[in-house]
């Protein structure tokens, strides 16, 4: 994974709440086990409604998404984030989030930001005006800033680290190589080993 530290770009709104995963990658995708590929299926049920806001010229190249409260909600298919990822959004923003959702945009390197609701009002209001509106997400200084706006935002300092290191839960176990070779030398014959 890839360190975060800001994600900077145009915005798209999805002005909804209780947008669950169902909706946000539908389960007949599901059967796939690669982790790329997902893109053109995110929100595929809504897409093919037509007039959809993320099929709209004007949000294309979108790479920070902002949307209603409990976002994320549903199964706990990390396929969601996925596909989020895939289609180009780096960071969401939203009131809240589902906690299973919330960690796995965490374990793929998509920044889940919490704002209060009236600052996700404000950004909703004003990208659905002037789409062309560019805001920065610096988990570094933990904000999101923009034109006339400084939103400071809080996240699980854990979580935080692991995104600005670019940690996923492999690198993690990884950093410990050594440790667990140590281990592993010392360990009686008899038992099963790793290798």
Not at 40 to 50: I, N, T
Not at 58 to 63: D, I, K, M, Q
């Amino acid at each position: 994974m890839e360190p975060v530290k800001r994600v900077s770009g145009r915005m798209a709104p999805l002005d909804l709440a209780d947008v669950d995963t169902d909706q946000i990658i539908p389960k007949q995708f599901l059967k796939r086990i690669e982790r790329t590929g997902y893109g053109p299926f995110l929100f595929y049920d809504w897409r093919a409604r037509g007039n959809f806001v993320l099929d709209r010229p004007e949000y294309a190249g979108a790479s920070v998404l902002v949307a209603g409260a409990n976002f994320g909600c549903g199964s706990s298919r990390e396929h969601a984030t996925w596909a989020l990822r895939d289609f180009g959004f780096r960071a969401i923003i939203a009131p809240s989030f589902a906690d299973i959702f919330r960690a796995n945009c965490y374990k793929t390197g998509l920044l889940a930001v919490t704002l209060p609701e009236s600052q996700v009002r404000h950004l909703i209001d004003l990208v659905s005006e002037d789409p062309s509106v560019e805001v920065i997400v610096d988990l570094e200084a933990q904000q999101v800033r923009g034109d006339g706006f400084n939103y400071r935002f809080e996240m699980d300092p854990f979580a935080r680290g692991c995104l600005l290191q670019g940690l996923d839960e492999i690198a993690l176990v990884e950093r410990h190589d050594l440790d667990i070779a140590t281990y592993e030398k010392s360990r009686a014959e008899w038992l099963p080993s790793a290798r």
